[in-house]
């Protein structure tokens, strides 16, 4: 009981590292980006490349993953993404998925249909059995969770702490007014996207032991990262998160405790919390 | 200026005669395979195998230049019906072939029986496939087949007491069932049976389960390409030190991904009908062959069934010198040759293909992880007819 | 000034009239798989295709509710006809009208989930009853023959006098009769005060609701029509191709079509059709010339499209224009 409760709160970190990107893009920048599932792809298809090809250590890959995804994403926002603001919504949906098209494709190409496989180094890969076998942790389930929570901490910090964080958050409630107030909204937009996509990537890579990574990877899990961001909310970083760490607890212990219904738990989980509470589990006040 | 001109055009006319004679004379091969989405892998190993059949054996049967024409169904069924139908109609395929899918092989049935189409699967294997169609040749192999051997294989060595896990769909249930039904004959018990939904796929709660429950071993299928999953989650749930053997049908250590899973897969037994390392001049030549014309890449139990599937069809209309219809579908029947995987044939009455199924253990060779196979059963046919 | 109310009823009223283009453009359809009869196979995809993307327009154009889950209608419909077809009567006619029923008391049901909350919820929502029904379908495999599909359904003749035929001309022909009928119908719909009342729901709902127009009432009717129109091409593909499969539900198929519609252009009926048979052409060329990487040129030709605008793509003259 103990080890599903675990396992899901792993799952659920991963997801929230992966969406949380795509929850802040939207909130912010009232864009949806259905092409975000590309980055997480990219970061962890570069983590493999560098691996496996160059014998780059698996810790080095993670921040260069951040790194290499997040200036991508900027330069992409800088060039394409920047034009498609003031679209219709429709329109932002048909580029989003042209590009995650294109990307699936390119990557098809490039490095094979197969699913990719990562070999961790040693010491990630034991297990720790606590309270004679009740609690099982796997070595990796735990650095991933450890990796999120500090990125939670350090995200929830910047967003409520720093200056950059109260000029996003203003920029989220009413750009025009925060861009009146003499912020400089183009920068915080290619900020926050950059580091969104960054983070997407950084997921990628480490969600590809877990997760599985192929050139399906942006649409298989872009209905997962749409769940997080409609129950979350986007206008928080904490709704996102316990967004995510429900919907990774239910799926997983839906899957042990009543497999028959295993795939129908979430779905109509979200479905329930969606009709009771429209605007998402968490509204900040204020917020849009 | 105009003699070199009349000779252009002579020339020109007189190639134009020869591609039209041409046109009238060549018998075409319609493959349908998943090009994209989930299970790319199996239409890239399947249409390498078929060109590289087509490199080594030529391009011409009985006077007719073969053309092979290759199209993708996106692996959704009302496609590949409509595919099917267009090869038929349109371009007037001799004979359509490939099939990724047990519901896509469906779903094409009743063109191959409309238009007395001979159709040869490639790769679907759910027993059923054979019977829905008088025209469906097979020449992958059925779950059934493996699974009713390791079923045998297993009471013998220790394992006593098993957990099924397998994919949710046709073929995942026929390997659940025919494992079980003769697991259970056998002596043994299944004390659980589990299916994973197939769309996306998280294996962590299942093989949670089964290690909750305690069994000697547990026996998984999955469709190609999911193995190393499952491989990775029994790692980590530590299921090997708690002492659960994984035995399972080889779709779970493919060869296309064998090689990168790492020592966490050596000692997996399964059993399959093909493995890349089969010890024969036959096989070697094959493995070679695909190797150096795919950039260096393994062929597996999907290309083994495209280029055995080419040989019956070449074979066959070599023997009705390219005709097509109801004498094509005759010279596929009862053909017996040696393919890369072994023996085989196809079974005369049911269509079906019956061949050996070794029982392997993944083991490193030469620095690479292979499936060693350790015990044949000869010519196993499929047990979801016999029945 | 003679303008007068009756000069302005005729501008308001002028798209409601039948266009000469519009005479053309049916005639060519209709005759295309007799001229075409190699073709008259992906004429009835396309015509399938390009009646779900109408009724997505109802929902998505005139009303303005997002949905990605519309494809639970299609797939009621595809499965309600094949099962009807196999267990009761095979008249494909009837089998229709059944099929169209069915799934319309579905979306009446349904309806009441889009009520409420932002897009985004409204996405999520929809495309979470799809993906429950797709899992039902699934886990009721007595029924459905799970992942499978269902197979075995051999439709009876056209009214009693038209055989499916190997080419598809029947099919394809059934299929535009069924088209062109419900089109006359929504159109007629559209142009009624009904249609002025649902446009006026979209633009500002805030102000349709107050000059007195009973907003969830009439999303709900819209909302329950169109997913009527999807069953009855749900029941159309079915029939044509003679079985239902599982991604009939998939998330694929209802992106799909909203990718065809956006690309058409919303709001106008001719988006839908127009946007399936770009979308559909576009696709099998493409995919002849490339089997693998197919899906790469349709990504960039929509990003091309948004990035240069539908206007400037269709009119290559207005390139060098502001």
């Known amino acids: 009981m103990l080890t599903i409760l675990f396992d899901g709160i792993a799952y659920g970190m991963l997801l929230f590292i992966l969406a949380v990107g795509l929850a802040v893009t939207m909130g912010l920048m009232n864009f949806i980006n259905l092409a975000h599932g590309a980055f997480a792809m990219a970061g962890g298809y570069l983590t493999v490349a560098l691996m496996q090809r160059f014998n780059v250590p698996f810790l080095l890959c993670l921040p260069l993953a951040f790194m290499v995804t997040g200036l991508l994403g900027a330069v992409l926002e800088r060039t394409l993404y920047r034009r498609m603001y003031q679209k219709p919504h429709l329109d932002q949906v048909l580029f989003s998925i042209g590009l995650a098209f294109m990307s699936v494709s390119s990557i098809d190409f490039f490095m094979g249909s197969q699913q990719q496989i990562i070999q961790l180094p040693d010491w990630l890969r034991g297990r720790t059995e606590l309270f004679d076998g009740a609690l099982g942790m796997g070595h990796y389930r735990l650095f991933i969770i450890l990796i999120c929570a500090a990125l939670t901490v350090g995200l929830q910090y910047v967003f409520d702490k720093t200056r950059f964080g109260s000029q996003l958050r203003a920029s989220v409630d009413d750009s025009r007014v925060a861009a009146g107030l003499g912020i400089n909204v183009n920068v915080i937009f290619a900020l926050t996207f950059a580091a969104g996509s960054g983070l997407a990537g950084l997921g990628g890579a480490l969600g590809a032991e877990v997760l599985g990574l192929d050139p399906t990877f942006p649409l298989k899990f872009m209905v997962y990262f749409l769940i997080v961001v409609a129950v979350g909310g986007t206008s928080s970083i904490t709704g996102p998160l316990l967004a995510a760490l429900l919907l990774g607890v239910a799926d997983v212990a839906g899957k042990y405790y009543v497999p028959k219904l295993g795939a129908f738990i979430v779905y109509t989980l979200m479905l329930l919390i969606l009709l009771w509470r429209p605007q998402g589990l968490f509204v900040r006040k204020g917020g849009k | ?387 | ?322």
């Open chain 3, 1 to 322: 000034m003679k303008s007068s109310t009756a000069d302005v009823q005729r501008e308001l009223l002028k798209p409601s009239r039948w266009q000469i283009q519009e005479f053309i453009f049916w005639a060519l359809v209709f005759a295309a798989p007799w001229f075409l009869p190699g073709h008259a196979l992906i004429v009835n995809e396309v015509a399938i295709v390009a009646l779900f993307a109408l009724s997505l327009d109802l929902v998505l154009g005139y009303s303005g509710v997002v949905s990605l889950g519309h494809a639970a209608f299609l797939g009621f419909g595809a499965y309600t006809a094949a099962l009807f077809a196999k267990h009761i009567l095979p008249d494909p006619v009837v089998g229709l009208l059944v099929a169209t029923l069915a799934t319309t008391l579905l979306g009446g049901v349904f309806s009441i989930t889009i009520l409420r909350g932002t897009d985004l919820t409204r996405l999520m929502v929809t495309l979470g009853l799809a993906l429950i029904l797709l899992e039902l379908a699934n886990k009721l495999d007595w029924l459905t023959g799970g992942s499978d599909g269902l197979q075995g359904v051999l439709m009876g003749p056209v009214l009693g006098r038209f055989e499916f035929d190997l080419f598809g001309q029947v099919a394809a022909t059934y299929s535009l009769v069924v088209l062109f009928v419900l089109f006359l119908i929504v159109r007629h719909w559209v142009y009624a005060p009904m249609g002025a009342t649902i446009k006026a729901i979209r633009d500002n709902r805030l102000r349709a609701a107050a000059i007195g127009i009973n907003v969830n009432a009439k999303i709900s009717l819209v909302y329950t029509v169109a997913a009527g129109i999807a069953g009855t091409a749900g029941a159309l593909m079915a029939q044509t191709t003679g079985f239902a499969s599982l991604d009939v539900f998939a998330l694929d198929r209802s992106a799909d079509v909203m990718l065809m519609l956006v690309i058409g252009g919303v709001g106008w009926l001719y988006g839908g059709i127009l946007g399936a048979v770009a979308f559909k052409l576009m696709h099998d060329v493409i995919s002849s010339i490339t089997p693998q990487y197919w899906t790469f040129w349709i990504g960039l030709f929509l990003v091309v499209l948004v990035l240069v605008g539908r206007e400037k793509l269709l009119k290559p003259w207005k390139w060098w224009s502001a």
């Open chain 2, 1 to 387: 200026m105009q003699k070199r001109f009349l000779l252009k055009a002579l020339v020109l006319s007189a190639s134009l005669a020869c591609t039209g004679a041409m046109a009238e004379e060549k018998f075409k091969i319609g493959l349908i395979l998943p090009m994209t989405g989930p299970f790319a892998s199996t239409g890239k190993q399947i249409e390498a195998a078929a060109k590289l059949y087509m490199a080594q054996n030529g391009d011409m049967i009985a006077g007719k230049k073969v053309e092979l024409i290759v199209k993708d169904d996106t692996s959704a069924p009302d496609v590949t019906k409509r595919i099917a139908q267009e090869l038929v109609v349109n371009d007037k395929v001799s004979v359509l072939a490939g099939f990724g899918l047990t519901p896509l092989a469906l779903a094409s049935a009743p063109i191959a029986t409309q238009s007395k189409t001979p159709l040869v699967v490639m790769a679907a294997a759910t027993s059923s496939i054979t019977e829905a169609s008088p025209f469906i040749i097979r020449t992958s192999f059925t779950l059934p087949q493996a699974a009713v051997a390791l079923a045998d294989w297993a009471p013998k060595n220790n394992i006593k007491k098993v957990v099924t896990m397998v994919s949710d769909y046709g073929p995942g249930i026929d390997a659940e069932k025919y494992f079980k039904d003769r697991f259970t004959f056998n002596g043994g018990q299944v004390i659980d049976t589990l299916r994973v939904p197939m769309r996306n796929p998280d294996f962590a709660p299942f093989l949670q389960k089964v290690r909750d429950a305690k069994p000697d071993a547990v026996y998984v299928f999955v469709p190609s390409g999911l193995g190393a999953g499952v491989m990775k989650q029994f790692a980590e749930r530590g299921m090997d030190k708690a002492g659960i053997r994984l035995i399972g049908t080889g779709d779970v250590t493919d060869d296309d991904q064998l090689n990168g899973m790492g020592d966490v897969a050596l000692g997996v037994t399964t059993s399959h009908h093909y493995s890349a390392s089969h010890n024969s001049p036959t096989n070697k030549k094959f493995v070679d062959a695909f190797s150096k014309a795919n950039g260096g890449l393994r062929p597996n139990f999907m290309a083994v069934g495209g280029y055995d599937g080419m040989r019956v069809i070449y074979e066959a209309a070599k023997a009705t010198k390219g005709a097509g219809g109801q004498a094509l579908l005759d010279a596929m029947k009862g053909q017996v040759f040696e393919s890369p995987r072994g023996p085989m044939f196809i079974d005369a009455q049911t269509r079906d293909v019956v061949h050996n199924i070794y029982i392997r253990k993944v083991e490193r060779v030469g620095g690479q992880l292979y499936n060693q196979e350790f015990e044949t059963l000869k010519d196993v046919k499929d047990p979801g007819k016999t029945r």
